[in-house]
């Protein structure tokens, strides 16, 4: 069975930093892309940035470019997304997606999915 579990939100003030983490289970990790995908209240799911499993490629959404990172750690299944220079505008449940085909941003490329981990960024 695919797991995803989100971990490291909380309530930062604007221009903090936190590191959210997903652990993934019951899959190959290298024959998975592992994205981040947020929603904020009231607005459509957006894609943050994902990693491939296998070159461990990356890719981010032009709102969070240059202030978020996202690595891996294939030995323990675990995907991170660093984010610093944090925004109000980033305030928004953020979710960990699998898939074993796509690569991308787009929210509907992701088989699976954790349970999201909330992100508060006040002004």
């Known amino acids: 069975e695919v797991q995803l579990v989100e971990s490291g939100g909380g309530l930062v003030q604007a221009g903090g930093s936190l590191r959210l983490s997903c652990v993934a289970s019951?899959?190959?990790?290298?024959?998975?892309?592992i994205g981040w995908i947020r929603q904020a209240p009231g607005k459509e799911r957006e894609g943050v940035s994902c990693?491939?499993?296998?070159?461990?490629?990356?890719f981010y959404a032009n709102s969070v470019e240059g202030r978020f990172t996202i690595s891996s750690d294939n030995a323990k299944n675990t995907v991170y997304l660093q984010m610093n220079g944090l925004k109000p505008e980033d305030t928004a449940v953020y979710y960990c997606?699998?898939?074993?085909?796509?690569?991308?941003?787009?929210?509907?490329?992701?088989?699976?999915w954790g349970q999201g981990t909330h992100v508060t960024v006040s002004s």
């Open positions: 019951g899959f190959t990790f290298d024959d998975y892309t």
């Open positions: 990693i491939s499993g296998s070159d461990g490629s990356t």
């Open positions: 997606a699998a898939d074993s085909f796509n690569y991308g941003l787009g929210p509907d490329l992701y088989e699976y």
